[in-house]
Nanobody, 123 residues
Framework: QVQLVESGGGLVQAGGSLRLSCAASGRTFSTYSMGWFRQAPGKEREFVAAVMWSGDRISYGDSVKGRFTISRDNAKNTVYLQMNSLKPEDTAVYYC????????????????WGKGTLVTVSS
């Protein structure tokens, strides 16, 4: 069992930066691929970024490429999402997820989810 707790959300002006953190419990964290997803009001959950358990493979959604960076620290059981050049359309609840089976950008394959942290970008 893995429990995930996100933090770091808040209100920021367009062009600003935020860093989200996801702290995981459980000794199996280092064996799971991790992902960030987001969901804006009235929209489906969207893939943002994923990192393999080893950190060797990283993927990004098209809308955040070049602006967001995912990383992980297995010694701290934490995954991060550095968000730069934020836009109003980045406003959403951001969720951390763990994939115990492999490596995927599909939210249906995630085995564990955090409760989310709200990011609001003002214009």
């Amino acid at each position: 069992q893995v429990q995930l707790v996100e933090s770091g959300g808040g209100l920021v002006q367009a062009g600003g930066s935020l860093r989200l953190s996801c702290a995981a419990s459980g000794r199996t964290f280092s064996t799971y691929s991790m992902g960030w997803f987001r969901q804006a009001p009235g929209k489906e959950r969207e893939f943002v970024a994923a990192v393999m358990w080893s950190g060797d493979r990283i993927s990004y959604g098209d809308s955040v490429k070049g602006r967001f960076t995912i990383s992980r620290d297995n010694a701290k059981n934490t995954v991060y999402l550095q968000m730069n050049s934020l836009k109003p359309e980045d406003t959403a609840v951001y969720y951390c997820a763990a994939d115990p089976r492999g490596y995927s950008s599909n939210p249906q394959f995630m085995g564990y989810w955090g409760k989310g942290t709200l990011v609001t970008v003002s214009s």
